[in-house]
């Protein structure tokens, strides 16, 4: 196994491509690190491995030359010795052969033979059979890649309106939620202004000395409260009224008079008592 080469080793490789492919002029100044002589050193092995294969072609191709010609030198000996030559040919038969010179050469033939001919021809049928059938092949596949392409774009273009569709209900969207924010920011501001008053009216009412029993529901309360001892008062009263009718030796009268007459007196000072406290 050959040892792998060295950073030292790989530049004076590349070194001496380089000196080969600039043919004596001055090599170019380039970087010296790791990086350029790696790439140095890979262009220089790819270059040569195509160099020596282009040799190889040369060579081969020399050789055909060569073998080309000494077979043309055996043919014209052998036409020789039957009186033909190459100017005895008729203009279509030169052509002809010119044809079949030609053929060998686009058909690779090392051995221009009837049956190198035919064999050639045959593989050449092959080709062109399958080639035809690989564009077929492709014809198919491209029909496929069309119709998918048809129902990719058709797909794509519901994609987009649905996204337009999508981006306009956003938008919306947005300018609703922006009017709830501000309305809320405006409820919050009053929410704060309302406690601030709320603040301020409690401090007042406790400087100026109020009771919870001066509210507004307290006092419907003791109004309906008066409302119902008036009423009471009323039948009350008009007892008392026929009680001063009655003689006044009669001592039945007198004490049931006394205690109507105190009854009244209680129900008065509820009465007044409760007036006072509306009005306090």
Known sequence: MR??????DKHREARAWLRKVFKGDQVPQYEINDRTIEILYRLSRTCNSRDEDAEVMVADAEQRTLEYQAETRR????LGS???????FSQSGAVSLKTLSQLAVDLDLHHPTLGSYMVALSDQAK????????????????RALKASTGAGIA????????????????EVLRGRT????????????????YAKSLRESDNVLERVGYEASLSHGALLA????????EKEVK?????????????????????KLEGAKEQLLNVDTQVNRSINQMHA
């Open 222 to 229: 003791q109004a309906a409260e008066l409302s119902l001892l």
């Open 75 to 78: 043919v014209a000996v052998l």
């Open 155 to 170: 797909q794509l273009n519901v994609l987009m309106r649905t996204l337009e569709a999508a981006a306009a209900e956003e």
């Open 3 to 8: 040892p792998a080469a060295t950073a030292e």
């Open 178 to 193: 922006d009017m709830f924010a501000n309305e809320t920011e405006l409820l919050e501001h009053k929410g704060k202004a």
């Open 235 to 255: 039948p009350l009263r008009r007892e008392v009224d026929a009680y001063r009718d009655l003689p006044p030796n009669l001592l039945a009268a007198r004490v």
């Open 127 to 142: 080709d062109i059979l399958g080639v035809a059938d690989a564009r077929k092949g492709e014809a198919a596949s491209s």
């Open 82 to 88: 039957v009186g033909l030559s190459e100017h005895s």
